[in-house]
C-alpha cells in the first residue's frame, strides 16, 4: 500500500476533526460552547431541514450545521455596546467544556466555564476579554479557601479561532499537561485568551501591558462569578510560560498598582521573552519564525504600527498568512524564513525593530524596567532553550534583584523550548505549593 503523502494526511485529519467538533456540538449538545449566551435568538439545530431533497444532500446539511454553530458562538465573543466599570466585572458567561485529546475522550475533572469579562488595554482603554474558568469537582483540603491560578497560555496564533477558550473545547490545546497538574493539586484555573485573541481587534501578541491586565482581571473575574467556595479572599498566584510567562511576570509586576487589593502569593513564569530584539535576533531563520511573525502583528496592534512601512509585498503575504494560522500550523508554513528578504530596507527584522517607532514599541514592552514584583517570583529558563535565549530570562531576573525583588531562579536543562516547559515544572508546582502554604522563599538574587 502507497502511504499517504503526510501535508495530504495532515489535511484530512483537520478536515474530520473539524467536522466531528461541529456536529458533536450541535447534535450531542457537548463541546465548547453547549449553550447559546443569554439574549442569543440562534435556530435550534433540529429546525434546519435534513431530508435530501429539502437540503441537497448531506453535504449542505453539514455546512449548514456548520454555519449555524459559527453563529452561535460568534455571539458569546461579540461585546455589548457598554461594558461594566470595574475591571474584572464579568460580562457574560455560559457552561463550557474542555478535552485533553481531539477525540475527545479525555475531560479533566472539572467544571468549565467560558466568560467574557473587562479588562484595560495599554492604552488605558476598556476592552473585553474572553476566556475559561475551570474549578476541580474535588473538595479543596489544603490550607484556607481554595488557591485561584491566573493562568496565562503560551503562543497560540493571533486568530480569533486560536483563542484557547475555542481549543480548549476540541481538544487542541497543548497546554493540557501543566492545567492538569495544576488542577490535580486542586487550584482553580482562570485561563484568558488575552486581547482581540476571540474578541473584536487584532491580537496583541507581547504587548506586555495588555497580556498582564488580562491575566489579573480573569482572576478578578472567577472570584466575582459567585462559584461556592470562590471570592475575594482566596489565595492567587500567576503561572506562565513562554508568551505566557512574559504575561505572567508583566500581571506580577503591574498588579500592585493596577490590582492592590488582590490577595496575591506569588507568580511563576518560564522562558519570559522579555527583550523581544534579543528574542528576534534568535527567531530568525529558524523554526519559529513565525512567531517573529506574530510579533510584529501585535506590536503593530499595541502600537498602531503600519506594516507596509518596514514590510514589502513578500513580507506582508507572509505576515498575512501567518495571521490566519494557529501555533502548530504556522510552525510548518513559515518556518526558516530569512527575514531580510521580507523587509523594505533588506535589513533583518531586528535591525528594523531597533529603529524608530517600533524601537519606541519595543523598549515598552521591556518586563522590569522600572517595575518589579512585591511578591515572591519564580523564573525558570532553559540553557538549551532554542526560542527565548537563555540570557533574555536572566537579565530580567537581575533587573528585578535590583529594584529589591525576592527572585528564585531555576535553571534547567531541558533540550529545546518544548524540553524547557516541561523541565521546569516540579519545580512550579513545589513553588506554587509553598506561597499558598505561606512558607517563606529564600531569593537567589545572591548568585544570579
Known amino acids: 500500500m502507497t502511504p499517504a503523502h503526510p501535508a495530504a494526511a495532515r489535511k484530512r485529519l483537520r478536515?474530520?476533526?473539524?467536522?466531528?467538533?461541529?456536529?458533536?456540538?450541535?447534535?450531542?449538545?457537548?463541546?465548547?460552547?453547549?449553550?447559546?449566551?443569554?439574549?442569543?435568538?440562534?435556530?435550534?439545530?433540529?429546525?434546519?431541514?435534513?431530508?435530501?431533497?429539502?437540503?441537497?444532500?448531506?453535504?449542505?446539511?453539514?455546512?449548514?450545521?456548520?454555519?449555524?454553530?459559527?453563529?452561535?458562538?460568534?455571539?458569546?465573543?461579540?461585546?455589548?455596546?457598554?461594558?461594566p466599570t470595574a475591571n474584572g466585572s464579568p460580562v457574560r458567561s455560559e457552561s463550557a467544556d474542555f478535552f485533553l485529546d481531539p477525540i475527545k475522550l479525555i475531560r479533566p475533572a472539572a467544571t468549565a466555564t467560558r466568560i467574557m469579562y473587562k479588562s484595560t488595554d495599554a492604552n488605558d482603554q476598556p476592552m473585553a476579554v474572553t476566556g475559561t474558568?475551570?474549578?476541580?469537582?474535588?473538595?479543596?483540603?489544603?490550607?484556607?479557601?481554595?488557591?485561584?491560578?491566573?493562568?496565562?497560555?503560551?503562543?497560540?496564533?493571533?486568530?480569533?479561532?486560536?483563542?484557547?477558550?475555542?481549543q480548549m473545547g476540541v481538544g487542541q490545546e497543548y497546554e493540557g499537561p501543566m492545567i492538569s497538574a495544576l488542577l490535580d493539586a486542586g487550584y482553580a484555573?482562570?485561563?484568558?485568551?488575552?486581547?482581540?485573541?476571540?474578541?473584536?481587534?487584532?491580537?496583541?501578541?507581547?504587548?506586555?501591558?495588555?497580556?498582564?491586565?488580562?491575566?489579573?482581571?480573569?482572576?478578578r473575574a472567577l472570584q466575582r462569578l459567585g462559584l461556592p467556595g470562590i471570592g475575594a479572599r482566596n489565595p492567587v498566584a500567576f503561572v506562565g510560560y513562554s508568551?505566557?510567562?512574559?504575561?505572567?511576570?508583566?500581571?506580577?509586576?503591574?498588579?500592585?498598582?493596577?490590582?492592590?487589593?488582590?490577595?496575591?502569593?506569588?507568580?511563576?513564569?518560564?522562558?519570559?521573552?522579555?527583550?523581544?530584539?534579543?528574542?528576534?535576533?534568535?527567531?530568525?531563520?529558524?523554526?519559529?519564525?513565525?512567531f517573529l511573525m506574530y510579533a510584529v502583528s501585535g506590536l503593530g496592534a499595541t502600537a498602531d504600527l503600519d506594516p507596509t512601512g518596514y514590510l514589502n509585498a513578500a513580507g506582508i503575504e507572509e505576515l498575512e498568512g501567518a495571521e490566519g494560522d494557529c501555533t502548530i500550523e504556522a510552525l510548518g508554513k513559515h518556518a526558516f524564513l530569512d527575514t531580510r528578504n521580507l523587509t523594505r530596507s533588506g535589513e533583518p527584522l531586528e535591525t528594523v525593530m531597533a529603529a524608530g517607532a517600533f524601537k519606541a514599541a519595543i523598549?515598552?514592552?521591556?518586563?522590569?524596567?522600572?517595575?518589579?514584583?512585591?511578591?515572591?517570583?519564580?523564573?525558570?529558563?532553559?540553557?538549551?532553550d532554542d526560542v527565548i535565549p537563555y540570557k533574555t530570562g536572566r537579565d530580567l531576573a537581575k533587573r528585578w534583584c535590583a529594584q529589591g525583588a525576592n527572585v528564585s531562579w531555576n535553571t534547567t536543562a531541558g533540550p529545546t523550548h518544548i524540553g524547557g516547559y516541561v523541565a521546569a515544572m516540579p519545580a512550579a508546582m513545589i513553588f506554587l505549593k509553598q506561597r499558598f502554604e505561606g512558607k517563606r522563599q529564600l531569593s537567589s538574587c545572591w548568585r544570579i
Open 243 to 290: 508568551q505566557g510567562g512574559g504575561a505572567s511576570a508583566a500581571a506580577a509586576e503591574l498588579a500592585p498598582r493596577y490590582a492592590p487589593g488582590l490577595n496575591l502569593k506569588g507568580a511563576y513564569a518560564g522562558a519570559v521573552p522579555a527583550d523581544l530584539v534579543s528574542v528576534a535576533r534568535n527567531l530568525d531563520r529558524s523554526l519559529y519564525t513565525a
Open 133 to 166: 474558568v475551570l474549578v476541580p469537582r474535588k473538595e479543596w483540603s489544603g490550607m484556607g479557601p481554595r488557591p485561584v491560578i491566573g493562568y496565562a497560555v503560551g503562543t497560540q496564533g493571533v486568530a480569533d479561532k486560536c483563542a484557547p477558550s475555542r
Open 189 to 219: 484555573l482562570a485561563i484568558t485568551d488575552y486581547e482581540g485573541l476571540g474578541t473584536p481587534g487584532k491580537h496583541t501578541y507581547m504587548g506586555r501591558a495588555s497580556q498582564g491586565h488580562a491575566v489579573i482581571d480573569s482572576v
Open 15 to 83: 478536515l474530520a476533526l473539524s467536522c466531528l467538533a461541529a456536529s458533536t456540538l450541535l447534535l450531542s449538545g457537548t463541546g465548547m460552547a453547549v449553550a447559546a449566551p443569554a439574549g442569543t435568538s440562534g435556530a435550534d439545530p433540529s429546525s434546519i431541514e435534513t431530508s435530501d431533497a429539502a437540503s441537497g444532500g448531506d453535504v449542505r446539511r453539514q455546512d449548514a450545521l456548520e454555519q449555524l454553530a459559527q453563529t452561535v458562538d460568534t455571539d458569546f465573543y461579540t461585546p455589548p455596546a457598554t461594558l
Open 363 to 384: 523598549a515598552d514592552q521591556e518586563i522590569g524596567n522600572g517595575r518589579k514584583p512585591e511578591v515572591p517570583v519564580l523564573l525558570s529558563h532553559s540553557l538549551l
